[in-house]
């Protein structure tokens, strides 16, 4: 008696199993935008996968006075403004890297190229 009670409980835990935990995180898109002429404004979408509260800061490397970019916003934003001033583009193709950090959802980044 004392083995089937033991077998009935194994057979009943092993059909129960706890659902792996879903990682909530920030998403971005897109994650590399190219501006080639005339074309100098963009947007992009910066929002999360959870209804908790969002904020993020965005710090620009290496510093580009040829990017324009909000450092920083809260909630989801599917319409975020990036652009580029042409006259202040230095070589024929620019590069920046734009890093998103957010209060709980880590950080991720946007690759920015100008061409000339």
């Not at 005339?38 to 290496?62: G, K, L, R």
Request: proline share 6%; hydrophobic share 40%.
């Amino acid at each position: 008696m004392k083995y089937l009670l033991t077998s009935c409980m194994l057979a009943l835990l092993s059909g129960c199993s706890v659902a792996p935990a879903v990682q909530e995180h920030m998403v971005i898109a897109p994650r590399t935008i190219v501006f080639s002429s005339p074309q100098q404004d963009s947007t992009v979408s910066i929002t999360h996968t959870c209804t908790c509260p969002f904020s993020w800061n965005a710090t620009v490397s290496p510093q580009a006075l040829w990017l324009s970019f909000p450092t920083n916003q809260s909630g989801d934003k599917t319409d975020v403004p990036i652009s580029i001033d042409r006259t202040k583009l230095i070589a024929d193709t620019n590069r920046a890297t734009v890093t998103i950090a957010s209060n709980s959802y880590g950080s991720d980044s946007i690759v920015v190229i100008a061409i000339k």
